[in-house]
């Protein structure tokens, strides 16, 4: 079972993501690549062994075949710290066998002024109609 998100966030969440339940579940943190950052292929390239341990038990089967067999992946809606909510995709990359996050993930980069030595810290939710939905926090790497 993936971890539990510490409680002091619940108040945000509901208010901006519309979330039901009170359980937020960390996914991973992530130090950015170059690649990662980016603007061209724009997609964060996600680790697998977290996404099997930490995401993917909690995803429905059917958002689990759309993530892994179909071409266009799996549509959610990631929020950040700041309330800005964003359209991105969760796939499997068969090019580089690696799931990967892509869709807006270039406002989130420019958005958090994130760069490589950065890093991203995931967390996942279900908003009211049970969507999945992800938190992404931007972490500079001096601390901002």
């Known amino acids: 079972m993936p971890r539990k998100f510490p409680p002091l966030e619940f108040h945000w969440i509901r208010k901006h993501g519309e979330m039901t339940g009170r359980e937020i579940f960390f996914v991973f943190e992530k130090n950015?690549?170059?690649?990662?950052?980016?603007?061209?292929?724009?997609?964060?390239?996600?680790?697998?062994?977290?996404?099997?341990?930490?995401?993917i038990p909690a995803m429905?089967?059917?958002?689990?075949?759309?993530?892994?067999?179909?071409?266009?992946?799996?549509?959610?809606?990631?929020?950040?710290?700041?309330?800005?909510?964003?359209?991105?995709?969760?796939?499997?990359?068969?090019?580089?066998?690696?799931?990967?996050?892509?869709?807006?993930?270039?406002?989130?980069?420019?958005?958090?002024v994130l760069e490589e030595g950065d890093s991203i810290r995931m967390y996942f939710f279900r908003r009211g109609d049970n969507d999945l939905c992800l938190i992404i926090e931007g972490v500079k790497r001096d601390g901002e």
Request: include cysteine.
């Open 32 to 55: 950015l690549t170059m690649c990662d950052v980016n603007q061209s292929p724009s997609r964060v390239i996600l680790n697998e062994e977290e996404m099997n341990t930490n995401l």
């Open 60 to 112: 429905t089967g059917r958002e689990v075949l759309l993530m892994n067999r179909l071409r266009k992946g799996l549509p959610v809606v990631a929020i950040d710290l700041r309330g800005q909510q964003y359209e991105v995709v969760i796939k499997w990359c068969s090019s580089i066998n690696e799931y990967v996050l892509k869709g807006n993930w270039n406002d989130i980069v420019q958005n958090y």
